[in-house]
């Protein structure tokens, strides 16, 4: 069994930032991606950014050089530290753990609302 518990988010005015945090535990996988996903209203549910264990990261064009993701291994945690807001980037935002070996599966957390104004 797999658990994600995100913390983080909520609403924030434009050009601000905010920090979201995820947890894993369980039987995580040795080789893994953990990163973050969301999903605006209306919209399909889309990649904001993840980042392996080796430090490999892969971003949305819409997020470079706002947001950063980084993840501390020991603790099975993945951070998104979000600046420079836009109300774009409102939505639900989803924690994911792709595991690939030994195993091949896919774990979200519950999601986490932001919101950002005008």
């Known amino acids: 069994q797999v658990q994600l518990v995100e913390s983080g988010g909520g609403l ?5 930032s905010l920090r979201l945090s995820c947890a894993a535990s369980g039987s995580t996988g040795s080789i893994n ?7 605006a209203p209306g919209n ?3 990649l ?3 980042r392996n264990k080796g ?14 993701i980084s993840r501390d291994n020991a603790k099975n945690t993945v951070y998104l530290l979000m600046s420079s807001l836009k109300p774009e980037d409102t939505g639900v935002y989803y924690c994911n753990l ?3 070996w030994p195993n091949r599966r896919d774990d979200w957390g519950q999601g986490t609302q932001i919101t950002v104004s005008l």
């Open 12 to 16: 924030v005015q434009a050009g601000g």
């Open 33 to 39: 991606n953990m990163g973050w996903y969301r999903q």
């Open 44 to 46: 399909e549910r889309e």
């Open 48 to 50: 904001v950014a993840i």
């Open 55 to 68: 430090g490999t990261t892969n971003y949305a064009d819409s997020v470079k050089r706002r947001f950063t």
């Open 98 to 100: 792709h595991q690939i």
